[in-house]
T-cell receptor
Framework: AQSVTQLGSHVSVSEGALVLLRCNYSSSVPPYLFWYVQYPNQGLQLLLKYTTGATLVKGINGFEAEFKKSETSFHLTKPSAHMSDAAEYFCAVRMNGQNFVFGPGTRLSVLP | EAGVAQSPRYKIIEKRQSVAFWCNPISGHATLYWYQQILGQGPKLLIQFQNNGVVDDSQLPKDRFSAERLKGVDSTLKIQPAKLEDSAVYLC?????????????FGPGTRLTVL
């Protein structure tokens, strides 16, 4: 069965610092890959997704992620953190014909 | 375009009581999901509908949970009777179809507290 790991349940960065949230998946066949953000008391909102083609994917709010097949990874980055980026981030994968599998999430705190 | 609507937003009940949640997906979206999100965890799929048919309910605790999407539009999820461990956020999501790359759109969720 497909699984998703997110290293670090809680990440803290200073405002203006680089954000790096890690995601690894278990499939040997590249799945579709997604990053979602969840603000308190809200549903999940799509940040970006990888389907095919260019391995560096740009999303909303200045986030981007790079698909690395050799590392089975899809890490999320942002060059400069903003206070408004504080939220819970979920990586998700989906194989064609199968359902979405979500990682456990990483809570991002941004310190002033 | 209106998003996925859910109600109620919050519900507090005592164990052994019944509760129902409602979801209205984005217009035209054939695929609808119900997820359970326990505090500190990622969403876990409970059931997936394609139009008014169930595609996957393998993780739905059928002894107490039920869901329906009779007309292929809105959906209800019911718990009867509730247990303490059912305390969670119940998220509804919809997608246009079954294509692998289609994005899921989530509603705001219903936060259930079972006392």
């Amino acid at each position: 069965a497909q699984s998703v790991t997110q290293l670090g349940s809680h990440v803290s960065v200073s405002e203006g610092a680089l954000v790096l949230l890690r995601c690894n998946y278990s499939s040997s066949v590249p799945p579709y890959l997604f990053w979602y953000v969840q603000y308190p008391n809200q549903g999940l909102q799509l940040l970006l997704k990888y389907t095919t083609g260019a391995t560096l994917v740009k999303g909303i709010n200045g986030f981007e992620a790079e698909f690395k097949k050799s590392e089975t990874s899809f890490h999320l980055t942002k060059p400069s953190a903003h206070m408004s980026d504080a939220a819970e981030y979920f990586c998700a994968v989906r194989m064609n014909g199968q359902n979405f599998v979500f990682g456990p999430g990483t809570r991002l705190s941004v310190l002033p | 375009e209106a998003g996925v609507a859910q109600s109620p937003r919050y519900k507090i009940i005592e164990k052994r009581q019944s509760v129902a949640f409602w979801c209205n997906p984005i217009s035209g979206h054939a695929t609808l999901y119900w997820y359970q999100q326990i505090l500190g965890q990622g969403p876990k799929l409970l059931i997936q509908f394609q139009n008014n048919g169930v595609v996957d309910d393998s993780q739905l605790p059928k002894d107490r949970f039920s869901a329906e999407r009779l007309k292929g539009v809105d959906s209800t999820l019911k718990i009867q009777p509730a247990k303490l461990e059912d305390s969670a956020v119940y998220l509804c999501a919809s997608r246009p179809g079954l294509a692998g790359s289609d994005t899921q759109y989530f509603g705001p969720g219903t936060r259930l507290t079972v006392l």
